[in-house]
């Protein structure tokens, strides 16, 4: 056991002040200090994607990072994606094309996607599927995860295209 | 909001996802208990050997170790117990909670280290020393049995069964078709590991156990008889569970241990397995080696099978006993009429993890051996693969159709189905006589692609019965408690959309509690593709009660006939659209408390049970076509086609019945193509992480086309249902075997599973040499 270093991790907008082990994993933390347990392990070697959160606006692996390594970075989890009590487009669209069984991949499968069309609103299908390929579902068939990643694009693009004129 | 909407055959959202797609859910991971511990378990390194000695002492000095245990400290305790009892000949198979004298696989509990910290605990683990003499190991279920201990042979039992007269039928054959075929080991492996949390309520005298799934009720039986307790002291609770599958659920060491140590050492203990963990100690399943052979006439007509078949259950017997090779036995003849049959299956115990149910138990494996012995014999007499098929069927006039064959403890009896019907309309769906011509255009080409074919037949509703609880209360939300269970499959929502249809409210009204021994004295949980069958008519039965009973009471307050009353979108009120004053059901619901005047003599509460009992399985039925692609330089499998038809009897939400089918397809496509537990000579397992055991990928499920079909309701329950839940995965290691022999010039070389590129590339260099 090594000595526990003070940290301060903001995680959806809030500031969360926890007393860690250097070699604590941003996954852990994120789960039992500050207590969001939507983002889930499901392998801890960085392979299933479950764990998949967004640093400074980029998927990442939250089972590869030391929890040390998130200092002064904005971490958005599952638990941030909605805006109030409006679920993202994307949650929307999960639960309109049935993209969930037991639903212990969605966390990582939702910020994977949220993060691509935050960053290209315009990711064609091509792109979209190999960004998808490297999260693992072990219920659907995945065929369903593509299309409401896909309905969610079009939303988004046609609420962008409402709010820009 | 109109009612019809949520009723049977609508494909409504799932009332599970508002949670699981916030981050908000219950996985097991996600409890926690003030003052909990944390459990690491001691596996063992070896395949097979004897501990001479056990060093606990480095680790319990580390701080924030609260206690090392070995099997001395639950000396106390039994074996893990058969689910369905105990049986006196496999008894000595049984898993020990941990090791004893001697380690019969890698990954075997060994010690349990107990500590305030799971990275505590992981390091103390790391520091419990086991001196193991190594022993030779069993890897091959198929070779000479050797010894299990002293007295006990691997192979405990043979499962037989059979009918006719096999061998006067061989004699007589005009040909007979011999096949050596093997399945490769691959499981479940759900996406969110193992987990467990046992903890004792000295103040109610209740041990509970978290993270309950599958069998809440039928495991708190268990473990209440395996800790002497009463089962009124025993509480299971069921989260949200990332995935069963057949794996997750069952009761294994770990499950036992911090039950135990909940109670000795007075705190929460939680334990979370790590995804190593889940690859050798997880129910592994599948690995079987059949050499069957069939008579047959020159039409391709079968007179017998004859199968012996070694099925490699791994280091012990857990609690499934022999179903997996019973039910091998049983469903092998699939949908085919077949007068002589003759099966062994040698029950054989090997140096690997234990093996049990997954998905499609059985079915998996024999319809991917009789499917390519139905190849085989249409290339053997030179008829088409359609052809052999359609001469062997079992024709609707024949059910139901009752073989003198048991599965799952149940005789066999097809109950209904119009087998050809679904063969000719998969066919017409597909284009079956075009893919033929393009195919073998392309083959004569060059090209390596394939048409492939599978039919089968599957089982669900496992019986006997199940009961549920229905309670309206006075807002007029609907409370529906079952014994069963949720695995990720929609249960709450199948269950609240027939209990809206029989009740009428709207399905998003109910609310259905599932998984709780502590609120339903019984219940059989969700295994076998039983829970849609066997929940939903128990259901209809408790909601058909609470109707009769809300409209006797209406009656009286609206002062007419309960003839005259119905229940639209949770308000009574006059049949056929008459005007007139209306009453919710919450309304009723206050009229029937206890303490109401207006009650009158009828029981308080506007609730009911209602039980149903079946004395058979229902009979589900499939077809599957596939088109594929081999690349010759890399031997990757290109599927370009796919397609299922399948026959649910009734489909209440056809999203999630399509779900399902995509969905096991997607996973049984994992063990066709690229999953497989492979062991090195000395028993150490190769396929421990995600990186040497390959899931599929959304770039290997290809685009399926799914054709659900309602022909043959189930002649079992009064909804005509049957499950989907296995029934896109039970046909795929067969479709994919047989397009890729296809491919190949369908000469009979795809004889095992999984087809990785490996095995295929070499195949292809082989045929391109001879």
């Given at each position: 056991?090594?000595?526990?270093?003070?940290?301060?991790?903001?995680?959806?907008?809030?500031?969360?002040?926890?007393?860690?082990?250097?070699?604590?994993?941003?996954?852990?933390?994120?789960?039992?200090?500050?207590?969001?347990?939507?983002?889930?392990?499901?392998?801890?070697?960085?392979?299933?994607?479950?764990?998949?959160?967004?640093?400074?606006?980029?998927?990442?692996r939250s089972c590869l990072m030391f929890a040390v390594q998130a200092q002064n970075r904005d971490i958005c989890t599952v638990e941030g994606l909605q805006n109030g009590p409006e679920l993202h487009p994307l949650q929307k669209a999960f639960i309109a094309h049935h993209a969930l069984q037991c639903g212990f991949c969605t966390p990582g499968f939702l910020m994977l996607a949220a993060g691509a069309?935050?960053?290209?609103?315009?990711?064609?299908?091509?792109?979209?599927?190999?960004?998808?390929?490297?999260?693992?579902?072990?219920?659907?068939?995945?065929?369903?995860?593509?299309?409401?990643?896909?309905?969610?694009?079009?939303?988004?693009?046609?609420?962008?295209?409402?709010?820009?004129? | 909001?109109?009612?019809?909407?949520?009723?049977?055959?609508?494909?409504?959202?799932?009332?599970?996802?508002?949670?699981?797609?916030?981050?908000?859910?219950?996985?097991?991971?996600?409890?926690?208990?003030?003052?909990?511990?944390?459990?690491?378990?001691?596996?063992?390194?070896?395949?097979?050997?004897?501990?001479?000695?056990?060093?606990?002492?480095?680790?319990?000095?580390?701080?924030?170790?609260?206690?090392?245990?070995?099997?001395?400290?639950?000396?106390?305790?039994?074996?893990?117990?058969?689910?369905?009892?105990?049986?006196?000949?496999?008894?000595?198979?049984?898993?020990?909670?941990?090791?004893?004298?001697?380690?019969?696989?890698?990954?075997?509990?060994?010690?349990?280290?107990?500590?305030?910290?799971?990275?505590?605990?992981?390091?103390?683990?790391?520091?419990?020393?086991?001196?193991?003499?190594?022993?030779?190991?069993?890897?091959?279920?198929?070779?000479?049995?050797?010894?299990?201990?002293?007295?006990?042979?691997?192979?405990?039992?043979?499962?037989?069964?059979?009918?006719?007269?096999?061998?006067?039928?061989?004699?007589?054959?005009?040909?007979?078709?011999?096949?050596?075929?093997?399945?490769?080991?691959?499981?479940?492996?759900?996406?969110?590991?193992?987990?467990?949390?046992?903890?004792?309520?000295?103040?109610?005298?209740?041990?509970?156990?978290?993270?309950?799934?599958?069998?809440?009720?039928?495991?708190?039986?268990?473990?209440?008889?395996?800790?002497?307790?009463?089962?009124?002291?025993?509480?299971?609770?069921?989260?949200?569970?990332?995935?069963?599958?057949?794996?997750?659920?069952?009761?294994?060491?770990?499950?036992?241990?911090?039950?135990?140590?909940?109670?000795?050492?007075?705190?929460?203990?939680?334990?979370?397995?790590?995804?190593?963990?889940?690859?050798?100690?997880?129910?592994?399943?599948?690995?079987?080696?059949?050499?069957?052979?069939?008579?047959?006439?020159?039409?391709?007509?079968?007179?017998?099978?004859?199968?012996?078949?070694?099925?490699?259950?791994?280091?012990?017997?857990?609690?499934?006993?022999?179903?997996?090779?019973?039910?091998?036995?049983?469903?092998?003849?699939?949908?085919?009429?077949?007068?002589?049959?003759?099966?062994?299956?040698?029950?054989?115990?090997?140096?690997?993890?234990?093996?049990?149910?997954?998905?499609?138990?059985?079915?998996?494996?024999?319809?991917?051996?009789?499917?390519?012995?139905?190849?085989?014999?249409?290339?053997?007499?030179?008829?088409?693969?359609?052809?052999?098929?359609?001469?062997?069927?079992?024709?609707?006039?024949?059910?139901?159709?009752?073989?003198?064959?048991?599965?799952?403890?149940?005789?066999?009896?097809?109950?209904?189905?119009?087998?050809?019907?679904?063969?000719?309309?998969?066919?017409?769906?597909?284009?079956?006589?075009?893919?033929?011509?393009?195919?073998?255009?392309?083959?004569?080409?060059?090209?390596?692609?394939?048409?492939?074919?599978?039919?089968?037949?599957?089982?669900?509703?496992?019986?006997?019965?199940?009961?549920?609880?229905?309670?309206?209360?006075?807002?007029?939300?609907?409370?529906?408690?079952?014994?069963?269970?949720?695995?990720?499959?929609?249960?709450?929502?199948?269950?609240?959309?027939?209990?809206?249809?029989?009740?009428?409210?709207?399905?998003?009204?109910?609310?259905?509690?599932?998984?709780?021994?502590?609120?339903?004295?019984?219940?059989?949980?969700?295994?076998?593709?039983?829970?849609?069958?066997?929940?939903?008519?128990?259901?209809?039965?408790?909601?058909?009660?609470?109707?009769?009973?809300?409209?006797?009471?209406?009656?009286?307050?609206?002062?007419?006939?309960?003839?005259?009353?119905?229940?639209?979108?949770?308000?009574?009120?006059?049949?056929?659209?008459?005007?007139?004053?209306?009453?919710?059901?919450?309304?009723?619901?206050?009229?029937?408390?206890?303490?109401?005047?207006?009650?009158?003599?009828?029981?308080?509460?506007?609730?009911?049970?209602?039980?149903?009992?079946?004395?058979?399985?229902?009979?589900?039925?499939?077809?599957?076509?596939?088109?594929?692609?081999?690349?010759?330089?890399?031997?990757?499998?290109?599927?370009?086609?796919?397609?299922?038809?399948?026959?649910?009897?009734?489909?209440?939400?056809?999203?999630?019945?399509?779900?399902?089918?995509?969905?096991?397809?997607?996973?049984?496509?994992?063990?066709?193509?690229?999953?497989?537990?492979?062991?090195?000579?000395?028993?150490?397992?190769?396929?421990?992480?995600?990186?040497?055991?390959?899931?599929?990928?959304?770039?290997?499920?290809?685009?399926?086309?799914?054709?659900?079909?309602?022909?043959?309701?189930?002649?079992?329950?009064?909804?005509?249902?049957?499950?989907?839940?296995?029934?896109?995965?039970?046909?795929?290691?067969?479709?994919?075997?047989?397009?890729?022999?296809?491919?190949?010039?369908?000469?009979?070389?795809?004889?095992?599973?999984?087809?990785?590129?490996?095995?295929?590339?070499?195949?292809?260099?082989?045929?391109?040499?001879?």
């Open positions: 056991m090594t000595d526990k270093v003070e940290i301060a991790l903001t995680i959806n907008g809030r500031t969360h002040r926890v007393a860690v082990e250097p070699r604590r994993t941003l996954a852990d933390v994120i789960r039992d200090d500050c207590g969001q347990t939507g983002t889930h392990l499901g392998c801890e070697h960085g392979v299933c994607g479950a764990c998949t959160i967004l640093l400074d606006g980029e998927a990442v069309l935050e960053r290209n609103p315009d990711i064609d299908d091509e792109e979209l599927v190999d960004l998808l390929s490297s999260n693992l579902c072990r219920c659907t068939g995945y065929e369903n995860i593509v299309k409401a990643v896909q309905a969610a694009r079009a939303e988004m693009k046609a609420a962008s295209m409402k709010v820009a004129p | 909001m109109t009612a019809p909407k949520s009723q049977i055959g609508a494909s409504v959202p799932r009332l599970e996802d508002a949670p699981l797609v916030t981050g908000r859910g219950a996985f097991v991971g996600d409890i926690a208990f003030v003052h909990q511990l944390h459990m690491r378990i001691v596996r063992s390194s070896y395949a097979h050997g004897i501990i001479t000695a056990i060093d606990t002492a480095a680790a319990q000095a580390v701080p924030g170790v609260v206690a090392v245990w070995t099997y001395k400290d639950i000396a106390d305790l039994p074996p893990i117990d058969f689910r369905e009892g105990s049986i006196e000949k496999l008894s000595p198979f049984r898993q020990p909670v941990l090791a004893t004298d001697r380690v019969r696989y890698v990954g075997e509990p060994i010690a349990a280290v107990f500590a305030e910290d799971p990275y505590v605990a992981e390091d103390a683990a790391d520091l419990v020393m086991v001196e193991v003499e190594e022993l030779a190991p069993v890897l091959d279920a198929a070779e000479a049995a050797g010894e299990f201990s002293p007295g006990h042979s691997t192979e405990p039992v043979i499962c037989r069964q059979g009918y006719g007269d096999v061998d006067a039928a061989f004699a007589a054959a005009d040909a007979v078709v011999e096949l050596d075929l093997a399945i490769g080991r691959h499981s479940g492996v759900p996406l969110e590991t193992r987990g467990a949390i046992g903890r004792y309520d000295a103040a109610r005298d209740v041990l509970e156990l978290h993270g309950a799934a599958k069998v809440p009720h039928r495991n708190r039986e268990s473990l209440a008889k395996m800790l002497g307790r009463s089962t009124a002291a025993v509480h299971l609770y069921e989260g949200h569970v990332g995935g069963g599958f057949g794996v997750r659920g069952e009761l294994y060491p770990e499950d036992i241990l911090v039950l135990v140590a909940a109670m000795r050492l007075g705190r929460p203990v939680k334990w979370i397995e790590d995804r190593r963990e889940h690859m050798i100690a997880a129910n592994q399943s599948r690995q079987q080696r059949h050499r069957i052979r069939a008579a047959v006439d020159r039409d391709g007509r079968i007179l017998a099978i004859d199968d012996d078949f070694y099925h490699d259950q791994g280091a012990y017997i857990r609690t499934h006993g022999t179903r997996v090779a019973d039910m091998s036995c049983g469903i092998l003849p699939g949908p085919y009429r077949l007068p002589h049959y003759r099966v062994n299956g040698h029950f054989r115990l090997t140096n690997k993890t234990p093996a049990a149910t997954y998905r499609a138990p059985g079915r998996y494996e024999t319809n991917f051996v009789r499917e390519r012995l139905m190849d085989a014999i249409a290339a053997r007499l030179g008829l088409s693969r359609v052809e052999v098929r359609r001469r062997n069927l079992i024709a609707a006039s024949e059910m139901p159709f009752e073989r003198p064959l048991m599965a799952l403890g149940d005789e066999v009896v097809l109950d209904s189905g119009d087998y050809e019907g679904l063969l000719d309309k998969a066919l017409a769906r597909c284009g079956w006589e075009e893919l033929e011509r393009e195919v073998a255009h392309r083959r004569a080409a060059g090209e390596y692609v394939g048409l492939g074919i599978a039919m089968y037949v599957e089982k669900s509703g496992l019986g006997p019965v199940d009961g549920v609880r229905i309670n309206v209360d006075a807002t007029g939300t609907v409370e529906v408690i079952t014994g069963g269970a949720s695995i990720g499959q929609g249960f709450e929502t199948v269950i609240a959309q027939v209990c809206a249809e029989t009740l009428g409210v709207d399905y998003r009204r109910i609310r259905v509690v599932h998984g709780r021994t502590d609120r339903i004295e019984y219940g059989i949980g969700a295994h076998a593709t039983r829970a849609t069958v066997m929940t939903a008519n128990a259901t209809h039965v408790a909601a058909g009660k609470v109707k009769a009973k809300a409209l006797d009471m209406a009656a009286q307050l609206l002062q007419t006939e309960a003839a005259r009353l119905d229940i639209v979108d949770g308000e009574v009120r006059l049949r056929d659209g008459a005007g007139g004053p209306s009453l919710s059901l919450g309304e009723i619901a206050q009229h029937l408390r206890p303490v109401s005047p207006t009650r009158g003599e009828r029981d308080p509460g506007l609730a009911a049970e209602g039980w149903f009992t079946t004395k058979h399985m229902t009979y589900p039925y499939g077809v599957q076509v596939a088109v594929v692609k081999i690349d010759d330089g890399t031997g990757a499998v290109l599927i370009e086609k796919m397609m299922i038809a399948f026959d649910v009897g009734r489909a209440i939400n056809p999203a999630l019945v399509r779900g399902q089918l995509v969905g096991g397809f997607a996973q049984g496509l994992g063990g066709a193509l690229f999953e497989e537990f492979q062991y090195d000579e000395r028993g150490q397992p190769l396929s421990v992480t995600f990186a040497d055991y390959l899931l599929p990928t959304v770039k290997d499920v290809p685009e399926i086309d799914i054709l659900i079909a309602e022909d043959a309701p189930s002649a079992c329950n009064p909804l005509g249902i049957k499950g989907a839940g296995e029934g896109g995965i039970a046909g795929a290691g067969a479709v994919i075997a047989s397009a890729i022999d296809d491919a190949l010039g369908g000469k009979g070389l795809i004889t095992r599973l999984p087809v990785t590129p490996q095995r295929l590339k070499a195949l292809i260099d082989a045929s391109a040499h001879s």
